[in-house]
């Protein structure tokens, strides 16, 4: 009796575990399947509407990537042999690295410093909130108040801007200069993992941007904040990957011939002895020296995913530092389609442009905002976090030639791929005063 019953029950728990595991694995094999060829297709025709706007202004667009990690936080173990074939794969002509400090004494520059296959890489540092350029040889000090910090930074003429924008921060700090207005990192962090887990083992290896781009949310309560923010002084909205490529399993031999494990977070897991029943999980060495590996973040794909457009004179540290102080720049989700070209400015009576994206400009020199972009899509004109206009046609170009109101006038674009409109690109405002 008791053997029949434990019979029934084990059938029992192995059919609903078989159920959950048919609803878990459903999705993930219908979009292998269906959704993500029609969507890659979709893409891929979408990218072929680009056209490329005349150049509006006499400076130089440069796509770049703002908080990254390297090995030399303690969470990641990114080398160069990964950043910068992933950097060049995904157009980047610039990193502004974020690295965790070692402890509470930071001494910047460190790790990569310079131009790597041209590649400019800056150091700078992400702690307690803020990712910080100071754009000199600096100790910083991380025992100290923070304000105090961020003061010392920027009065060398560094940059500090809030990081995790989905966590508190004290807002009314006049030094910040700008803020995260998107974050891959804060965007994962609603998700409910197991079905993007079953998500990415049927679909990371062939359509791993679309599997990570499934974790996509627009950040309404960010946005809302920055223009917030915007009302009463100018904060520079920018785009971080936070990419560590660190939600991984990977393992390489040590001095000895065995073999380390590094799991999540660049912690290592585990050691063994490489025996024969083992030795055909591991091949040769890649120019990291790993033997195995699956990845989630690779830099590939986060380098790729969302980037910093920023109008510069030249591919320089202090020109771009310069520009993205102004707020000289517009971010876009680039694996959709690359936004270069994108422009967004205002004109006079005499139809010259008088300010760009990121600039003030007085309220009787404007006649008109206008924007033109290298894809069609809907133009949302937001002021002061109310819309005031969306354009009723998909195009290439906004004119918006209505009385303006004093404030911060942005851009938002969004594009239609699936049939639906999903965002695609947020530009810095034009401030009018
Ligand atoms: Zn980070």
Redo the contacts with the bound molecule.
Sequence with gaps: MIIKVFKYLLLLIFGLLLIALIILFAGPVWRHWVTYPKLENQISEFQKLRKEPVKLSNLNVYRGVL?A?SFWSHDSEGTLFDIIPAAKNAGLEFIFL?DHPRGNIDTIPRGYNGNYERVLIQPGS?KQGFDCWPLDSVVIDWKLNKDTIAKNIVSNGGIIFY?HTEEPHNWGNPDYQGMEIYNF?TDTKDETLAPHIANFLVNGNKYRPLALREMFDEQTHILARWDSLNMKRKIVGFSAV?T?ENQNFRARYLKDGRVEWVGPNANVIDTMEVKWWNKWIFSKPDPSGWIFKFMVDTYNEGFNYITNYVLADTLSVSSLATNLKKGHLYTAFKSLADAKGFMYYSRNENDSINAILGDSVRIDQVKTLDAVSPFPGQFKLIHDGKTVNVSTEEDYQFSWKEQLKKGAYRIEMHIRLNGKLIPWLYSNPIYVY
């Design positions: 908080h990690h974020t992400e990081a990192h936070d560590h």
